[in-house]
Structure formats: structure tokens, C-alpha cells
């Protein structure tokens, strides 16, 4: 196995990626929660909600990374549920 490799796989897990399994969901729930007239209202929607998480989450989210990390290696780079 090479370090590019992981199961055969390359390694980009979204569960490892901080904006996909912590952030996304907050920018999702509160700039994606209507229809937008275009992408630059869509992009200031999404702006206008990355500026209002408070620092502590996502201080929270980069410091659970170490925790998800040792779940995927558990799983041998397979999938694994946060819990």
C-alpha cells in the first residue's frame, strides 16, 4: 500500500473533511432554507452565514478532528458513524 492509498482508495474521505461533516450543515440550514434568485445572492446568503458561527463551534469542530481521525483509521479507512 502506498501512502496515496488507502483500501485501494485515495484517501478523500468527506468524513474527515472539517467544513463537510461539521460546518455544511449549519451554511445548509441557514442560507440554503429558500430559494435564491441567483449564485451571488446564493454566495451572500452563504457568506452572511459562515460569518454568523461563533468561533467556539468551529473551534469545536477542528478539535474533534483527532477523535474522527482515530474512528477511520478503527475502520480502516472505511465508513464510520460519529457517535
Do not use: Y
Amino acid at each position: 500500500m502506498t501512502d496515496q492509498e488507502v483500501g485501494g482508495r485515495e484517501p478523500n474521505s468527506l468524513d474527515l473533511c472539517v467544513g463537510d461533516f461539521s460546518l455544511w450543515s449549519i451554511l445548509e440550514n441557514e442560507a440554503c432554507s429558500k430559494p435564491h434568485q441567483s449564485i451571488k445572492a446564493l454566495k451572500k446568503s452563504l457568506v452572511k452565514a459562515w460569518n454568523a458561527i461563533p468561533q467556539e463551534v468551529i473551534d469545536r469542530a477542528v478539535d474533534n478532528f483527532p477523535k474522527r481521525l482515530k474512528k477511520c483509521i478503527d475502520a480502516q479507512g472505511g465508513h464510520f458513524e460519529n457517535k
